[in-house]
Structure formats: C-alpha cells, structure tokens
C-alpha cells in the first residue's frame, strides 16, 4: 500500500538522517576531546534537535523520537561507534562535513513531507524541511560554541530549501515518494557538496563605499 | 467589528515588529560580513523566533508564520532589503539599537494581547508579551556570538515587561485596541530609548567586600 | 488521597528546583557583573527552561509555570534574593555547583515523573527526565556564553538520566511517591556530588595513535 510505503520511507530517511547527524554531533566531541556522557548528549541534540524543532512548531507532539524506541536508538549508536572507531583527528573536519550535508539532504526531505502531511502548504512546508534540516546542526555549533555552520559563508541553508521545494512539489504528482525523495535528496546534496568543492560562495554585503 | 479591528492591529502590529527585528538580524550579518543567505536566516530567526516560542508556550501551534504567507514575506523582504540597501558600516550599530527598541515594543504588546486571547491570566499573559519580545533577538545574538543585549546592563527586559503589563491592563477596559496598544509600545520605547540615551544603568550587584 | 499527594509532591520539588537553578543563573550574572534585571532573567530562564522544554515536546502546554503564579514567583524570589545577599564573588564558583547538582536531581526526578503521567513509556520518560534536569543549565550557559557544563568532563547528564531511571522503574511499584521521588532523587544527587569530590572522569576519546 503506498501509505505504508510513504511511511516506511519516511521513518528509514528520518533513521538514517539522525545517525549520520548524530555521528556529526559525536564526531565535535571528540575533536574537542570532550567525554563520551557528552559525546552522546551531543549526537542526541544534533540528530533529533530539527526534527523535534519541526514536531513541536507543527504540532505533532509528543515527537517521534518520543514513542518510537529506534529513534533513540539511532543517536545513542552513533555516538557509541564514534566514539570507539573515530578516526584520526586530523580527518574528522572533512568527514564531519560530507556527513552533514548527507544529513542535510535527508531531513530537509523528511521534513518537507511531514509538515505536507500534518497539513501545511506548501510554502510553509518547504520552511519546514529546511528548519528540519539546518535545526540539529545549529543546536549542535552553538553548544559546542563554534560559529554556527549556516554562517560560515558557505551555501548551506539555501540547497536545504530547494531539497525541500522540489520533495513539496513533486510530491503533489504521482510519482512514487522513493522517487519524490531521491529528488529532493539529489538535488540538497549535489547542489552543497558542488558549493564545498568549488568553494562556491554567495553575495556579500557591499562594503561602506558603495552606500 | 471589534473583533475584526483587534486581529487587523495585531497582525499589522506583529507584521511591522517582525521585519523590524529581521532588519537588525540581517544588519548583523551585515556586520560580520556573513553572505545573503546567512543574513536571510539571521533575519528569518530574529524575526519570528520571539513569536514561535510564544506560539509554542500558549498552545498557538502551528504559528501563525506557518499558515500565513505575509509572515514568512516579512523577514524576507527584510533581509533582501537590508541586503542591498544597508547603510555606512559605522552607523549601523545605533540603526540597530533603535530598531531593535521598536521591535522590542511592537512584540511586547502584541505577544502579550495573543497570550490573553488564548486564555492566559494577566501576569502569565504580561511575561508572554515579555518573551515573545526578548526571545528573537536572544535567539539573534546567541546564533551569531554577541553578547545577548539582555544582559549588556541596559535596561532591556523590563520596559517590554512594563508595555505588556500595560497593555493587559488597559485591554481589561473599554477602550479600543489601538489606544491599547498604543499605550503599550509608548511605555516600552520611551523607556527604553531613555535609558539608552540617558545612559540609565540597573542596580549592580555589590562587591565582596560588601557581604 | 494517592493523587493529591502525588501533584503535591510533584509540585513541592518543581518549585525548590526552580528556586535552586534559578539562584544558580542569578550566580552567573553576580559572577559577570550584569545588572539586577539581567539577573531575574537568567533566573528565569535557569529555573524554567528545563521544564518548559519538557512540557513543549510531550506536549502539556500550557507549561504549569504560565498556569500556576508560584512557578512564576519562584525564579523572582531566587534572583531577588540572591543580589541581595550573595555570598563572597570568592565562593561562587562552588556554590554554583552544588545549587546545580540539587536542581539536577529534583528535574531528573519531577521531569521523569511527569512525562510517565502524560502517557510516555519509561525509556523516553527516562529521557525526559534528563531533559528536564539539563535543559535550564544548557540554556544558562549558551546564554551567558559559558561551556555548556555538560560538556566540561565531569559526570553530569549520566547521574541526571539514572536518577530518572530509578524514579520512573520505583513509580510501576507501590511505593509511595515521596520515597519513589527521595531514591531518584539521592541517586542522581550522591553520583553527581561523587563525581565531583573525587574528580571522576568518564572515558576519553582515544588519541589519533589508536586509530
């Protein structure tokens, strides 16, 4: 039936977003040599922060996270395996990156598709995907006191938002939500990963000359 | 009709209070130097951050942002605006300032009148208007590493409680909304801008030497 | 009556909570020199947030403290007090500590318990209960820009979350509530206090040679 199909693809995207999340969150952790206590509490805040930011705004309280057990499971393995299989310091700053923009991708899908689903347009709802999806790794920078990540300049926030768009609008066709979801997928991660090797950037303010 | 008239100013009143904060939002990503679209999301936060967490508190989910779209058009326009628009870098942190203090005020009535719509008592309803004034720029400053202007030893804090205590007060009587919340912003701005401008600073605590 | 007692105690501790994490927001700002109001905000903010989180995601909001004047006069009378009377600058830092440690285990235990009422099975009350007893500290030390005190090392959310565990395992039993929330209590309470006398440390990431 598509509505289980719809819900398992949901709930498998959602899954797999807050591990690598998680492990994004666990990962800052380590690389500030903090405890495993906090490595953990980090991975959790990083993987279900958007998604409890998103149920809470949409009204769909208490949150996943709170009734479904692997949900809590997700976050609390990623921190665990980080922990023991981190590897070496001078390579997390990469790694951390590259998962966050997969974690990017997921949840500014998952995100999009749940606010739909609880009834938002779709303008809203692509708001939404992209809070989902910039929310855990927000929570995450401002705990660990690092710049928050959406201002390092690079484009971050805005291929969340197109992800979100295009899961929005093709999921108004027929076209199976596997395939909706790749789309939006797609189209968030290629489009951040480009932005980070061609070191693309967006426009800065001009300076007090040109006033 | 009243009832009308009342929904009218407060939407009217919430409308200019968000793409006033989201001008000082995006005015400091202005001043760090951060691109386009961190200054959109600086402007989107400080904007309607104040109003998710009031919306949140008093059970108004999904906020308002969410269902109506000239509350997602608001810091928009705000952040575009600032964007190619902004002043002489020099004078922007006393545009700030003042923005602020009449966002500060527009948020400290409307968020307090929404708190009693949905059935607050007077001083819940009061520290809800408060909240609702203190809470986008708190989210602004924590986000982008300043000082959270709540504590910079201005008075801050209270003129909005003050405002929202007056207009709970005043909206127990017979007078018309406008005169309500024109009583509210007054208090809030002329005592703020007072103290700024006065330099009027708060009780510190004593010394060591003191105890 | 069993449930009379139980919404008592509940309320007894939340507000002693509130009032011991409030004083230790109020430390923080007598620490840093900010102003009275300054203070009665973090007050709130330390003796609130916690549970405000809390409410928000398993969704009992109105949260108590904008229902129930006490829970609004307890963060006053802590940051009142506390610029009145606060002790040497000196000895602040450790009276900040064990305030905390308090506050720790009265939230892990009302928060836990709580959230059992509103239907959450025990591992996400467990969880709850956590959230409660670490949200008001995380919120006061983003918002005064100090390291989280989750993260400095020291055993801190562990003791908060078996805390929770004991409450929310000894509630399925007959015990009464006061000595269901007095073994919580203790448990958190003694680990936490442990672990700071004697300088416990949780497990450390392993350096860049172990990889």
Known sequence: MPETE?????VTLDLVGIFVFAVTGALVAVRKNLDIFAALVLAGVTGLGG????????????????TDWRYLLAPVAAGLLTFAFHP???RLERLITVLDAVGLSLFCVTGALKAVEYGLGPAPAALMGMVTAIGGGMLRDVLAGSVPVIFEGALYATPALCGAVVAVLLDRTDLP???VSAAGFTTCLVWRLLALVRGWSAPLPRGPANV
Do not use: M, Y
Request: no cysteine.
């Open 6 to 10: 719809f819900a398992t693809t949901l």
């Open 51 to 66: 998604g409890f930011i998103r149920d809470v705004l949409i009204d769909a309280t208490p949150p996943a996270a709170l």
């Open 88 to 90: 070496a310091i001078g």
């Open 177 to 179: 939500i596997v395939v």
